[in-house]
């Protein structure tokens, strides 16, 4: 056997283990090493050839026999790859009855011999029709079932059913168990499959994601520093824009708002005649909020304006909401106070709409500084009453402290001395509920 047919033979070693669910151990004795078994499926050209016909006469495998069976395998390995990605972009351009009645059309045998793929396909439709707790238990079937799928390797399906488990768990905020996830689908990556790089990059990236949200800033700036290394292999447009993203939020965190601002412009000018809005969403938001910390607010303005824009292509529509309501916070800045009014306005009808609590009672705040600005006390003091209701209805207590001080410093200016004491009376007891828990020296 030569180095090719070595490696050739050596991969198909190791799908028949796999589908038998067997260990590396349970083949090695006292002829044979799992060091040794596991040169021969990586197609170690040194191994000596005895030990070869040695592995495949404990698998019941004939040498003979073995290129037929490479030929087939990889014929109908092929044709399979066309169904399921066929099925995946369906699942990606939202038409899950055709993805479902695609999965439903496949034979008795694919099913029976490729249940991980099916599960991790039916754990993709319920993760993009957001329903968590479906898509973990499909996605969790499909790890399970991994090693006793041949499509498997193909497309690194153990790494991407974490992957899409840990980015499940993000969406509950679960910041830590979405990091374990992403380290146990990076180590179940290895060099042989297909798709390496590309997942590889994915889970990556999901890794400092979870880190910036840990605010673990310098293990995540390591990290991108990692994949940065990587951008001229890397062939996603999308992953190129997440990683400028990143980049640039990082250096927001830190407050090296110039830096931020770079990266987020180089990314930008990528994303230039591209479809990727996500993408582009994303950096001219971390350009707007750079050039706000910045105190550049002329260009936060523009950039703000232009992210609102992009509205129509997010899906998201919590970034949409805190893009108003961050415009809205730049035209009072700048002494704006009628569009301020109306874009905080229209924030707030978005925020009431998706049942946001923070975001309602931030619009509420930020239309109450408004009218405050322009002397409408009264409204004024209607909009923070209701911030206050919402902030204590959710249990944001620096939300609820920060509605008192506002409604104080308006009835101290319309001459309410009674409310005005309430105000400030409630402003103490709120400061007290903060307090409990902190220590001080």
């Not at 028949?16 to 044979?32: F, P, T, Y």
């Not at 003979?64 to 030929?71: A, F, L």
């Not at 690194?156 to 374990?180: G, I, T, V």
């Not at 009072?332 to 924030?347: F, N, P, S, T, V």
Request: glycine share 4%; with cysteine.
């Amino acid at each position: 056997m030569n180095i090719l047919e070595m490696s050739e033979v050596g991969k198909y070693i190791r799908k028949v283990r796999k589908e038998r669910g067997l260990r590396l151990e349970d083949l090695s004795d006292q002829h044979i090493s799992t060091a040794t078994i596991s040169n021969i499926e990586r197609g170690v050209p040194h191994v000596n050839k005895d030990k070869v016909l040695y592995l495949m006469n404990k698998l019941g495998l004939d040498l003979s026999e073995v290129p037929d069976m490479i030929e087939k395998d990889t014929g109908s390995i092929e044709s399979l790859q066309v169904k399921f990605t066929a099925i995946e972009t369906m699942i990606q351009l939202g038409n899950y009855q055709r993805a479902l009645a695609l999965l439903s059309d496949l034979s008795d045998e694919v099913t029976s011999q490729h249940q991980a793929t099916i599960h991790y396909l039916k754990g993709r439709i319920h993760f993009i029709k957001r329903d968590w707790r479906k898509a973990e238990r499909e996605l969790s079937e499909a790890i399970r079932l991994a090693y006793q799928d041949p499509y498997s390797p193909k497309v690194n399906l153990e790494a991407a059913s974490y992957l899409c488990l840990s980015e499940c768990r993000m969406q509950h905020k679960d910041w830590e168990q979405a990091l374990k996830y992403v380290e146990r689908g990076l180590d179940a990556l290895t060099d042989e499959e297909e798709i390496f790089e590309q997942m590889h990059v994915k889970l990556l990236l999901a890794r400092i994601e979870n880190l910036q949200k840990l605010d673990r800033a310098d293990e995540a700036l390591r990290g991108v520093d990692e994949v940065w290394a990587l951008l001229p292999q890397i062939r996603s447009r999308q992953l190129i824009l997440q990683t400028y993203a990143l980049r640039a939020e990082l250096l927001r965190k830190m407050k090296l708002y110039q830096d931020a601002i770079r990266y987020a412009r180089e990314g930008s000018q990528i994303a230039v005649g591209s479809r990727e809005y996500g993408g582009m969403f994303r950096l001219w938001s971390v350009l707007a909020h750079s050039y706000q910390d910045a105190g550049q607010l002329a260009d936060a303005e523009v950039a703000f304006e232009f992210v609102l824009e992009l509205g129509e292509h997010v899906s998201d529509k919590e970034d949409l909401v805190q893009a108003s309501c961050s415009l809205g916070q730049v035209y009072l800045m700048q002494g704006k106070m009628e569009q301020a009014r109306d874009i905080l306005k229209q924030a707030l009808d978005m925020a009431e709409r998706i049942h946001h609590g923070l975001l309602t009672s931030t619009a509420l705040i930020l239309l109450g500084q408004a009218m405050k600005n322009m002397n409408h006390y009264l409204d004024a003091i209607e909009y923070f009453q209701s911030a206050g209701k919402i902030a204590d209805k959710n249990k944001l207590k620096d939300r609820v402290y920060q509605c008192y001080y506002e409604l104080a410093d308006c009835y101290e200016k319309i001459g309410e001395e009674a409310k005005f004491q309430e105000a400030t009376q409630r402003m103490y007891q709120t400061q007290k509920e903060l307090n409990k828990n902190k220590l001080y020296l």
